[in-house]
């Protein structure tokens, strides 16, 4: 087939069909921007743009992190699969499932791995030290956000476990990855000062 047979069309930015303030799922009716199902997959979008935003901060620093950058953007495309599934209606179209128990297991492996080289946690620390540190914490943090988010929707319809324990190991990975990001750079953790006020 050429190119000149194929026929491609230029798919535009913007629909018009939202500026009621609904918005259809996959395969499934139209909703509230504000159902309680767009709020899940949107803080996985917004979880996944965080995490966008610390590789591009890990590219400006003076350490390899080429490791941990291949991580990350394994665990970005994992994030569009979740997505995909957390906007497929459990009627309609058969469901998106593509996020399966080995990206778990992967989370593990670079938890465990990762956590073997830090030295050992002995109490509670702050967000912070370097850059990429910071940026892997906020993070972290919008990573935890989308779990509530997901319990509150799993209240109302039936969802694959799978998907609630992926979510847990990611905020516990990236922890991990915050402090390995002070740890390759010379930081020190940023330790809680209790009762400092």
Not at 100 to 108: D, G, W
Not at 153 to 158: A, E, Q, T
């Amino acid at each position: 087939m050429s190119w000149q047979t194929v026929q491609l069309t230029h798919m535009k930015i913007y629909t018009k069909t939202g500026d009621s303030g609904t918005t259809s799922l996959y395969g499934g009716p139209r909703v509230d921007k504000d159902h309680v199902r767009l709020q899940a997959f949107g803080n996985v979008d917004e979880l996944n743009a965080s995490l966008g935003v610390a590789r591009s901060v890990m590219e400006t620093a003076a350490v390899d992190y080429g490791e941990i950058d291949t991580i990350l953007s394994a665990v970005q495309n994992q994030l569009f699969d979740l997505g995909a599934e957390l906007a497929t209606p459990e009627a309609g179209v058969e469901r998106t499932t593509l996020l399966n128990a080995t990206a778990i297991e992967k989370l593990e492996q670079a938890i465990d791995k990762w956590d073997a080289e830090l030295p050992p946690l002995k109490e509670f620390i702050l967000p912070g030290g370097t850059h990429s540190a910071a940026a892997l914490h906020s993070a972290r943090c919008v990573c935890r956000r989308c779990e509530r988010s997901l319990v509150t929707l799993m209240r109302d319809v039936k969802l694959r476990p799978e998907v609630g324990v992926y979510l847990n190991r990611l905020g516990d990975l990236l922890f991990v990855l915050a402090r390995a990001a002070n740890h390759l750079e010379g930081h020190a953790d940023v330790p809680w000062q209790k009762g400092s006020g």
